[in-house]
């Protein structure tokens, strides 16, 4: 259903890529989007001084000026379209405002009305607040508890906290160390111990893949070879409207994923990137943002993290050398099954479009995206 105040950007007038701060006059660059429709765009930007501060782009100026005056420290920016979201300020999450007012906190990553992180310190201590509208997944703290005892001994999982800071707000613990993305990057990091990384993920991978399903950690439902459709045309249309890609007919090009027999399923972590993934003292790993873990395909996961190493590679943060190391390190931890294996070069297609159209949306992967595109529909 179209809102109300619908209406489509014409001519395919969209968000700016860069933009002035209408108070302290600093130029915002925009680091990531996320397209809900042709009207309607959340934004995140870059401050000169690395901070994030997060952003609405409405193409209908009756539907900005009703979110500005709904949000208390809203920023207005009309000639742009936008309406600023400084310091945690969010009409549906009353939380991150409140919790930037720690002393030592800041905000990590704040999608407006949706989400937001929190960094938290004090006493030398780190936390992290994760905070979603309340009611919105009551079931996250469990799932995180499930998954850190399913992986003890495999990975160190954060500590969710015990902090009485109301519903949709979650506390978890520091899992502090480099991560296995600074890592490969870092040249003077061996081969050897990149491979035994990456090893272990697969390796913990492997574990969650084989658990039983119990309700605390399935609580966050199932997604099938249809959902992967449904995911990737939802970046892809947008990107396609904004004149950001060339139009893609998703349910052609991925046919083969939804009329293929489905391959073995279980409990899987599909978006896990290196990035996630931090290596600890004495050899082991920490692993952290696993609120989507649901049922679904194994291979769905394991081809996520080969394009998420071809992607690595494409930006430059590892050689090719070093992503063979990393592919047939993870691969080896994972241990897929062949009925598994058949089923990953169709998710690896699902996935390259879906990166594409999320890529798209950040001004300076907007060439990978492309790449991306073309590599998914030759």
Known sequence: ?????????????????RLTHPVTGAELTLRRAWPHDDWHVLLEFETPGGGRIAGQWFADAIRRAEVFAATRGALDVPGHGIVLHPDGADRRLTAPAGLVSWPGSRILAHRPEQRAVVRLSGDGDVYYATVVRPGVDAGLGRRLGGLAGLLHGTATLPAVQDWPLGDGVLVLSAVPGPTLAAAGADRSVAAGELAAAWQRLGAALRLLHDAPRVLALTSAGTHDAAAEVTLATRWLRPAAEYGLLQPVDVESVLADLVAGAPGPAGLTCP????????????????????????????????ANLLVRIELRVAQGELTPSRARVARTAVLKGLGPDEATLARVPAYERAARLRLAGEYAFRPRWRGLSRALLTAATP
């Open 1 to 17: 259903m179209r809102h109300p105040h619908h209406a489509r950007p014409a001519d395919r007038v969209r968000h700016p890529d």
């Open 271 to 302: 978006d896990v990137t290196d990035a996630q993934v931090v290596l600890l003292p004495g050899g082991g790993i920490g692993l952290f943002g696993l609120e989507a873990v649901a049922v679904g395909e194994l291979a769905r996961g394991v």
